[in-house]
């Protein structure tokens, strides 16, 4: 008996765990962007040269330059906002989607949880004598989180951390109560039941 409340016990703080750990829209598009440039291959570009560094996207994702930046910086790939160099590198972040999936229960009395998958559609410009490449970086992401957190991993003040949620369902909403009221009734009738017997 005691193992298996230790069992029960263990099994509860390490769900609690798990779900403190859940990071924010934004936190995860920084990361695949960093994440998309350190899995660049290193024959691709050559890091003798220094790149005229030019970044081109839509007003909603011009904050993010400073991330780019930072990420090619890691990267050690020399870079500058000289427009004089003949060597021309260009990042486009095109697109920057989030998706949640239908939700579900998590057992029977468990939490409404929900797929969330975030997608960042970039493009890598070099422009060097030898030619011009383009590369993608398109990268995604998918983990499960509590509908109920949603609000607070987005962020309301910019536009590709939201998504809409797909409608809840309905029978599961309606079923734990019932079971709930049911039993209670049920163990109502059988005590008055057997102790007037």
Not at 64 to 85: A, H, R, T
């Amino acid at each position: 008996m005691k193992r298996i409340l230790l069992t029960i016990c263990t099994l509860l703080i390490f769900q609690q765990v798990l779900f403190a750990q859940t990071r924010t829209n934004l936190d995860i598009v920084n990361d695949l962007i960093e994440k998309s440039l350190l899995n660049l291959d290193n024959s691709v570009i050559n890091r003798n040269l220094t790149f005229n560094f030019i970044y081109r996207s839509s007003g909603s994702y011009s904050f993010l330059k400073s991330k780019v930046v930072d990420s090619y910086i890691k990267k050690v790939i020399p870079i500058s906002e000289n427009e004089s160099l003949e060597n021309k590198l260009e990042h486009s972040i095109n697109n920057i989607t989030v998706e949640y999936s239908n939700p579900y229960k998590d057992g029977f009395f468990g939490n409404l949880l929900i797929e969330r998958r975030i997608n960042i559609d970039a493009t890598l410009i070099l422009s060097e004598r030898a030619g011009i490449k383009t590369i993608d970086l398109s990268n995604s992401y998918k983990d499960t989180i509590e509908v109920e957190k949603i609000s607070r991993l987005e962020n309301p003040a910019i536009p590709f951390t939201q998504s809409t949620i797909p409608g809840l369902p309905l029978f599961s909403n309606l079923l734990e109560p019932i079971i709930v009221v049911g039993t209670l009734i049920v163990t109502i009738i059988l005590f008055f039941t057997i102790r007037s017997k």
